[in-house]
């Protein structure tokens, strides 16, 4: 089935890929659990969830069969002015278990517009207000998806480098990681002031950035010194979101809770593209006028499609089984276990981990970044024994499908040991 793989190379561009020096990509075939099977009986683990989308394991039958059954209904309808029940039902269910605050929710795409889509919330809130605020203030290194708005409130790097120009400017703050939480506190205490719209976080993990991870109660901080002059709190949980942190949402650990949230990823399960925000109910109302100027101009067209929002009703009834609930704590005390025996390598530092998701660092000298070799060697290594992980630099981590067995995460552990004995 090389074929395939020569036939992708002459039509298509890959995602976050140097066509010029990558391999030919894998085919596969068809997926089950946690595992992918490619066109040459190969299996592969899923170790990452197919990008931290899986949070259920591959083609899960309940998922596809509501999905199917759907398909046999109604497949899409325009959204402006009409409505259906997928997409009324899943709105009641997310609002049911997102924290207490949360009133509306507004249906895109996929993580970027659904940051678009809170960024664009935030401003003309403001705007509508008649007091128009234009700061932003993110986190340094920050990943909060690839569109323009999306790219201005993520860390400048070399993924933003050609679009610098064409960015909004946002104020900076270093991340609040263990031992720098004061440090952070007090710059902050200088950077909020009443121009400053809105503040945008990935709550307790860092995910692109490179899964820096710090702890709620300076989260918490945060938000109240950015509350206190007024500005909103937008919490990017398209990665944390649906029990990744161990709680259904990062925000679950937090005393102060955002103004808006913004979802994708594991809402549908990983099965189809859909976007979440949601939002508190004086954000919502700021938009209702006689004015038809304070109207929120924005939409896709296939916004809440009726398909991916029944995979993400499906996908939340697999997630509130107590069987799923248990997997998420057996997947956090494994990795727990593993972390003690990562601590006994050398080459290992900074090991990490929050509910589901663990990291750590292969010491690296001064070449740590998201290109250090140290990524192909460890990709390439893992990927010939059978597992997917896609390291970030020289960052290392697990996020399985929840479904993952003790045995695929022992032998996963087995072959992270086994290369680092190679450095």
Not at 122 to 133: D, E, S, T, V
Not at 334 to 345: D, V
Request: charged share 20%; hydrophobic share 45%.
């Amino acid at each position: 089935m090389n074929d395939l793989a020569e036939r992708d190379r002459a039509v298509i561009w890959h995602p976050f890929t140097q066509m010029q020096t990558a391999p030919l990509p894998i085919p596969i075939v068809r997926g089950s659990g946690s595992v992918l099977y490619g066109a040459d009986d190969r299996e592969y683990l899923d170790m990452v969830s197919s990008w931290w989308v899986n949070i259920h394991g591959h083609a899960h039958p309940h998922i596809a069969q509501r999905v199917s059954e759907q398909l046999h209904t109604l497949e899409h309808v325009i959204f402006a002015g009409f409505t259906h029940h997928p997409a009324v039902e899943l709105a009641e269910r997310l609002l049911a278990i997102l924290p207490a605050n949360q009133s509306k929710v507004f249906y895109s795409d996929n993580g970027s517009t659904a940051v678009e889509v809170g960024l664009k919330m935030a401003f003309q809130y403001w705007h509508n207000l008649g007091k128009p605020r234009k700061k932003i203030v993110a986190f340094e290194n920050a990943y909060h998806g690839d569109t323009f708005g999306a790219m201005a409130v993520s860390g400048r790097s070399a993924f933003t480098a050609p679009f610098t120009p064409f960015l909004f400017d946002v104020v900076y703050l270093p991340v609040p990681i263990p031992g720098q939480e004061e440090v952070v506190l007090q710059q902050a205490e200088a950077l909020f002031d009443e121009e400053v719209a809105a503040f945008i976080a990935e709550p307790l993990v860092q995910g692109a950035g490179g899964m820096v991870m710090y702890q709620p109660d300076v989260l918490d901080k945060l938000f109240r010194l950015a509350r206190d002059k007024g500005a909103l709190i937008i919490a990017d949980e398209v990665m944390t979101g649906f029990g990744r942190t161990g709680k259904l949402f990062a925000s679950d650990y937090l005393a102060e809770k955002p103004d808006m949230m913004c979802l994708s990823k594991g809402l549908t399960g990983g099965t189809m593209a859909l976007g979440v925000t949601s939002c508190a109910e004086s954000i919502y109302n700021a938009f209702l006028s006689d004015d038809k100027h304070k109207t929120l101009f924005h939409g896709h067209s296939f916004t809440a499609n009726p398909l991916a929002c029944t995979a993400a009703l499906a996908s939340m009834d697999v997630l509130l089984l107590p069987e799923t609930q248990a997997n998420i704590e057996r997947i956090t005390a494994s990795h727990a276990t593993f972390a003690r025996q990562l601590a006994t390598f050398s080459t290992v530092e900074s090991i990490r981990q929050h509910g589901t998701l663990l990291a750590f660092d292969i010491k690296a000298g001064e070449q740590t970044s998201y290109f250090n070799n140290i990524r192909d060697t460890a990709y390439n290594f893992l990927l010939d024994r059978g597992i997917l992980m896609r390291p970030l630099g020289n960052v290392l981590y697990m996020m399985p499908p929840y479904c993952t067995t003790d045995e695929q995460l022992a032998y996963t552990h087995e072959q992270i040991q086994a290369f680092l004995t190679t450095l």
